[in-house]
Nanobody
Framework: QVQLVESGGGLVQAGDSLRLSCAVS????????MGWFRQAPGKEREGVSI????????YYIDSVKGRFAASRDIGKNTLYLQMYSLKPEDTAVYYC??????????????????WGQGTQVTVSS
């Protein structure tokens, strides 16, 4: 049984930092594309950062480039998202997700089969 469990969200002020974790069981990180997605109220879910199965430089959505850093620990089977200089517009529920290799766009949430329950990040101004 595959499980993805996010943690680390919370209420912070603008300019603060947070680190999200996603503990994964039932699948191997190095065999799956792993993504961080977020969804704000009234908005579509968007891909924030993606690490492909092969590793390498993660993808970042333009709005978080230079502020967020995604990583994975293969030994711990855990995905991380370090967030710096948080802004109110980063407020959303953050999800981690996994998919097997696919021809579909990495950023398309519809191509991800496994999802965590989400963790709320709220940034006050």
């Amino acid at each position: 049984q595959v499980q993805l469990v996010e943690s680390g969200g919370g209420l912070v002020q603008a300019g603060d930092s947070l680190r999200l974790s996603c503990a994964v069981s039932g699948l191997i990180l190095s065999s799956h594309d792993m993504g961080w997605f977020r969804q704000a109220p009234g908005k579509e879910r968007e891909g924030v950062s993606i690490i492909t199965a092969s590793g390498g430089n993660p993808y970042y959505i333009d709005s978080v480039k230079g502020r967020f850093a995604a990583s994975r620990d293969i030994g711990k089977n855990t995905l991380y998202l370090q967030m710096y200089s948080l802004k109110p517009e980063d407020t959303a529920v953050y999800y981690c997700a996994a998919r097997s290799s696919s021809i579909y766009d990495l950023r398309d949430p519809r191509s991800y089969k496994y999802w965590g329950q989400g963790t709320q990040v709220t940034v006050s101004s």
